[in-house]
């Protein structure tokens, strides 16, 4: 069965930058797209970008631009959000979520990672 | 991108229907039949349970359907049971190959 399996909370100070890791398994990883999405605590779902797992193309929401950057590891299965410039704003949980290419719709989550932006 | 805009709350009794209003613009929810449902309970991530507007995933009950008009779409829960308490959230294709999120909408089962 499709799992995706996120890696552990973190807990970084402002201006630092982090990297949470969504690894793969029961399917073809390059033949479908990584989705990132957060939620700051009792907030809505916000979407922050994507990436064609087999040819590597991303694309990013414009209220992340310059600060997020979504790649992937084909031979680990395995896809990464790094985002840089941290600040309180973006204490969150940050989910990974596959996407069959090109037909818009989320359809496994992986477990979610919290990260926590505090001095 | 704005959040697309839906209702903070709804209830209902069980067995009753409720519907969840997902109102966008011209550029995202009526531009594309890409809208997508999700249902969160609390702790737990996110589960498709419509897609291309009214599409259900294997494994999703006929309780659940969706509808678009206009610029607008919406999601009813039929003969609501306990389990469907949670937070729904729609989603849109908004061209360029991204999406946005709606604001979310709590389910409350009186």
């Known amino acids: 069965q499709v799992q995706l399996v996120q890696s552990g909370a973190e807990v970084k100070k402002p201006g630092a930058s982090v990297k949470v890791s969504c690894k793969a398994s029961g399917y073809i990883f390059s033949s479908y797209a990584m989705h990132w999405v957060r939620q700051a605590p009792g907030q809505r779902l916000e979407w922050m970008g994507w990436?064609?797992?087999?040819?590597?193309?991303?694309k990013y929401s414009q209220n992340f631009q310059g600060r997020v950057t979504i790649t992937r590891d084909t031979s680990a299965s395995t896809a990464y959000m790094e985002l840089s410039s941290l600040r309180s704003e973006d204490t969150a949980v940050y989910y990974c979520?596959?996407?069959?290419?090109?037909?818009?719709?989320?359809?496994?989550w992986g477990q979610g990672t919290l990260v926590t932006v505090s001095s | 991108q704005s959040a697309l805009t839906q209702p903070r709350s709804v209830s209902g009794s069980p067995g009753q229907s409720v519907t969840i209003s997902c109102s966008g613009t011209?550029?995202?929810?009526?531009?594309?039949?890409?809208v997508s449902w999700y249902r969160q309970h609390p702790g737990e991530a996110p589960k498709l349970i419509i897609y291309a507007v009214n599409k259900r995933p294997s494994g999703v009950p006929d309780r659940f359907s969706g509808s678009k008009s206009g610029n607008a779409a919406s999601l009813t829960i039929s003969g609501l049971q306990a389990e469907d308490e949670a937070d729904y959230y729609c989603?849109?294709?908004?061209?360029?190959?991204?999406?946005?999120f709606g604001g979310g909408t709590k389910v409350t089962v009186l």
């Open positions: 011209s550029n995202d929810v009526g531009a594309y039949a890409s």
């Open positions: 990436i064609h797992a087999g040819d590597g193309n991303a």
């Open positions: 989603c849109s294709y908004t061209g360029a190959y991204t999406l946005v």
């Open positions: 979520a596959r996407e069959p290419f090109l037909e818009w719709l989320l359809d496994s």
